[in-house]
Every structure is written in C-alpha cells, then in structure tokens.
Nanobody, 116 residues
Framework: QVQLVESGGGYVQTGGSLRLACGAS????????MGWYRQPPGKRREWVTT???????GYADSVKDRFTISRDNAKNTIYLQMNNLKPEDSAVYYC??????????WGQGTQVTVSS
C-alpha cells in the first residue's frame, strides 16, 4: 500500500504563489505516477497534473504555464509550485498516486484559498 501526506496549503491573494508538497511511503512501485487533483467548493474533483518517475509531466489546460510539478525521487516527494493564483484555483488539493497513472491512492487533502 501507499501513504500520501500533503502539506503547504494556505491563504493567498490573487496573483500570489503557494507551494504544495506530497510525501509518499510504502511500496514504491505503486507510486511511479504521482500528481494532484483538486475539488472546488460544490464541484467535482478534477485532475490538475501528473508526473512520472522519469520526470515526464502533464497539466490541465487551466493551470498550464502557471503551475509546475516537480519530483524528488530520493525523498519520495513531489512538489507543486503554483504561481499567479486566481480565485478559481481555490479548492482542496489532493495528492494522488498509482503504478502507471494517478488515482489509485489518495492523500487527505490540503486547502488552498485565493482571495480576490
């Protein structure tokens, strides 16, 4: 199994930046793919970004060019640098992982609030 622990959420004004982190533990084969989803208030959970163990990454169009995902395999940790934040980025952000794609394991979530 895999355990995921997020950190780094908080409150920021429009245009500001935040950095999220997610540490993984357990069977490393099961978290070759790691990434982030988010769930805005009253809306469905949506995919944000994924990074593979080899560093290949993908982004949702809504965050492309503003968010950057990175990975430190030695620390089993991924990071999400979020710049130029907008009120619509406000959500609970969930770390996720899986052997080939994200969605198999989930963290507890961390709140990001962007004020207008």
């Amino acid at each position: 199994q895999v355990q995921l622990v997020e950190s780094g959420g908080g409150y920021v004004q429009t245009g500001g930046s935040l950095r999220l982190a997610c540490g993984a533990s357990g069977n490393s084969v099961l978290y070759n793919a790691m990434g982030w989803y988010r769930q805005p208030p009253g809306k469905r959970r949506e995919w944000v970004t994924t990074i593979l163990e080899n560093g290949e990454a993908g982004y949702a169009d809504s965050v492309k060019d503003r968010f950057t995902i990175s990975r430190d395999n030695a620390k089993n940790t991924i990071y999400l640098q979020m710049n130029n934040l907008k009120p619509e980025d406000s959500a609970v952000y969930y770390c996720s992982a899986g052997p080939a794609t994200v969605g198999g394991f989930w963290g507890q979530g961390t709140q990001v609030t962007v004020s207008s």
